[in-house]
Structure formats: structure tokens, C-alpha cells
């Protein structure tokens, strides 16, 4: 566990280290949100890390020691490459939808959990749209922490079958994700539970960025041109960005990828905020899509998200959900990734800028897919064209192919 200050992302003000500390007290929980700063001249790493090493392998750059049985069975997710295919140099794709719970949850889940140890805390809540919920009750199961989790009723049901199995305590609210959030919050914090909610708890965000670290290490220490990334409440992203710079700052790589961030045209909140340019001010809106792990109307982690995307000169794009839903059918057929909504954004958004004339032949492309197609199949399941042959019927279509 390497040594850190917590700093706001607005004002600047520090902070040590606090079990309850989630946001600075000047800018509150919306712009105040908390960045973990290390003195990388105090840091010498090498490039030794392994291609399939787990989370583990970074303790030196997080602000966890880990403790957990499932801590090393986080992280070193596939990286698959296609050479001169997809008109592109290079494809590669990130895929996480095969960890634990199926999700990129997961490698902020066991940050947050290894943190409620840390603190001695009883409870661990959430709220969430589906993913960080099951992430979190998958992954906190087998320990002493009694789980509290918060969601929409209109969560798919397979996300829902997670939580269940886990044996979490599981409250579904009849109306959105953020009113879920603030729920999850008054009760949470009254009781002294602790938080794991994005963009409140300043730790998470630690442990997603380690996926912009496994990209680098498994590409052999060379950055894509471009890096796709679903983009809801602004945590993800703002930690892909965050693991670049900082493997830039380390002297591990050259250059930083241009940073896609993408959403869906019906939740495009953070998009908005960032293209209306500084001062970010965050606004709140009704939102929708098929893609739910991205729908979120008041993202949370907004200012954070603007902040790093400048910093590297980073670009929101919207998609439909008519091409949400395409790309994941597409995805599935041309690489044998089989994606959620969310996940399969980033694919979408690649062939728009294809398309464009903003993505050239000679570009290397890295999909950032985090999440299983099996957590959500409503949106595949919309195209499928069923048949039923009878034998005869069969033998005689067949003889056709």
C-alpha cells in the first residue's frame, strides 16, 4: 500500500486519511469529490509487471493493503487483438465481463471491501443500476460484512438473480437510480455503514484505473491511438484517464491514447456538462436507454470526469440505441465478445467515427467491454428471429445452405 493525500477536485484542499472522509467539506459531495494523490518521486517502478497478474501485482500504486480471499482473482482480464481487421490497424479489446460477477465492478469492489476491513466497519452499502450491486454482494459474500444494497426495481433480472444468491440484503426502489443513490445514502451513512458508491467513495476509482495499467502492460508498454470507454456517472472514465497519466508520470509509456468517452443520446448528461466547457457545473436531467448501466441522469462524478478529459484532451461522442443494440450483435458475430448494452457502446461510437473519417487505417483502437452480455439479454434477445422447423422442413432448408 503506497502512501497518499486526498485532494479535492474543485478547491484543491487536502485531506488525510479518515474512515468516514468521502468528499471535501468546503465543495460538498457533488463537487467536492476526492482524488488520491501519490508522490511519484517517492515511486521507482519498473516494467516488470506480469500480462496476467491480477490487481495484486499493483498494491504499490493503490491505497489498499489486501486482505480478501478473492483479492487475486481480480483483475488480468483478456486482452484480445485483431491485426488489419475492422479497418483499423489494431483492434484490441478489453474484456471484463468474464471476472467474478461478470462486470469492471468488480475492481473497485474488492478496493472498497478491503477498505470496510481496513476500518473495522460490520456493513458495506451500494446503490446502484445493477453491476457495482452485484459486484459488491458476489465478492463481499464470503466475508464478515453484512451487505446492504440499493437499486431500481426495473434492474434486470439477472443482476438481480446475483445479489439474491450472494445473500445480500437487497432494497429495489420503485423509481430511478438516483433516487435509489439518495436513499441509499441517508440510510447508509445514519448507520454507519460503509459506502461504496461511485464517485463518493474516493477509493473505487483507484481500483477501476488498473485497467488502463493491464492494457499498457499486456500491449507491451505501447498506447493505443484511441481507447473506447461507456461513460455514465464518470467514474470509469475518470479512472482510465487517471491510469494513463499516471503510467505516463512513471515513464511507462509515451504518449497517452485519445480518450473516447461514450454515451448513449438519451443519458448524454456528462456530455453535455463537459461540451458547455468550464466552470463544470453539474446538471440534473431525466434520462433513458437500453443501456442501463449508463443511464444515469446525475452523474455523480461529473466534475472529476470533465477535469481528467481535458487534462488529456479527451472527446465525448453519443450514440442511438438502435446502435447500441446493432453493435452488440455485431461485436458478438465479428469477435466472439458477447457485450451488454453499455459495454458494447464503445464499438458503436468506433464505427461512427470510422464513418466519419476520424479513425484511419493505420490507427490502433482498444475497447474498454465491461460487462457480460449474459447481464442483460432483454436487448439481445430483441433480435432474435426464431424458427421452428419441423424435421422435414429442416433437411430441406439445409440442403439449401
Avoid at 479497418?87 to 479489446?93: A, H, K, Q, T, Y
Avoid at 455514465?232 to 480518450?259: A, H, N, R, W, Y
Avoid at 436487448?379 to 440442403?399: D, G, P, T, V, W
Amino acid at each position: 500500500m503506497r502512501d497518499y493525500q486526498l485532494r479535492c477536485i474543485s478547491c484543491g484542499k487536502s485531506y488525510l486519511e479518515k474512515s468516514d472522509l468521502y468528499w471535501c467539506h468546503d465543495c460538498g459531495p457533488l463537487k467536492g469529490t476526492l482524488e488520491i494523490i501519490y508522490d511519484f518521486n517517492q515511486i521507482n517502478i519498473s516494467k516488470n509487471f506480469s500480462k496476467k497478474g491480477d490487481i495484486t501485482q499493483f498494491e504499490d500504486l493503490l491505497p489498499v493493503k489486501f486482505q480478501t480471499n478473492l483479492d487475486q482473482q481480480v483483475g488480468g482480464t483478456p486482452f484480445i487483438k485483431f491485426n488489419h481487421q475492422f479497418g483499423v490497424r489494431e483492434l484490441m479489446i478489453k474484456f471484463d465481463g468474464v471476472s467474478l460477477s461478470g462486470s469492471y465492478k468488480d475492481r473497485a469492489s474488492i478496493i472498497a471491501i478491503n477498505k470496510a476491513l481496513q476500518y473495522g466497519k460490520e456493513a458495506i452499502f451500494c446503490a446502484s443500476t445493477g453491476n457495482a450491486a452485484s459486484s459488491l454482494a458476489i465478492l463481499s459474500a464470503h466475508t464478515a460484512l453484512k451487505t446492504y444494497i440499493f437499486v431500481p426495481s426495473s434492474i434486470p433480472s439477472a443482476k438481480l438473480a446475483q445479489l439474491h444468491a450472494a445473500g445480500a440484503e437487497v432494497i429495489a426502489i420503485q423509481g430511478s437510480y438516483d433516487e435509489a443513490f439518495d436513499l441509499s445514502m441517508e440510510i447508509g451513512l445514519k448507520k454507519g455503514w460503509y459506502c461504496r458508491n461511485s464517485a463518493i467513495n474516493p477509493y473505487l476509482l483507484e481500483g477501476k484505473k488498473t485497467g488502463a495499467y493491464e492494457i499498457i502492460i499486456q500491449n507491451d508498454y505501447v498506447a493505443p491511438d484511441f481507447c473506447f470507454v461507456g461513460v455514465g456517472d464518470g467514474t470509469i472514465i475518470s479512472s482510465i484517464c487517471k491510469g494513463f497519466m499516471e503510467f505516463k508520470q512513471l515513464g511507462l509509456i509515451d504518449k497517452i491514447p485519445k480518450v473516447i468517452g461514450v454515451q448513449a443520446e438519451g443519458a448524454a448528461t456528462l456530455k453535455k456538462v463537459y461540451d458547455s466547457g468550464k466552470p463544470y457545473e453539474p446538471i440534473f436531467e431525466t434520462v433513458s436507454t437500453v443501456a442501463d448501466s449508463i443511464s444515469v441522469g446525475n452523474p455523480r462524478d461529473v466534475i472529476k470526469a470533465c477535469t481528467y478529459m481535458e487534462k488529456i484532451n479527451g472527446e465525448f461522442l453519443t450514440v442511438s440505441d438502435d446502435e447500441i443494440i446493432h453493435s452488440i450483435q455485431s461485436l458478438t458475430s465479428e469477435t466472439g465478445v458477447f457485450s451488454e448494452p453499455a459495454g458494447a457502446v464503445g464499438y458503436a461510437a468506433l464505427q461512427k467515427m470510422k464513418n466519419d473519417g476520424r479513425i484511419s487505417h493505420e490507427d490502433t483502437v482498444c475497447l474498454f467491454v465491461t460487462g457480460n452480455g449474459l447481464k442483460d439479454i432483454k436487448s439481445a434477445e430483441s433480435m432474435i428471429k426464431r424458427q421452428n422447423f419441423s424435421k422435414e422442413e429442416a433437411r430441406k432448408y439445409l440442403e439449401g445452405v
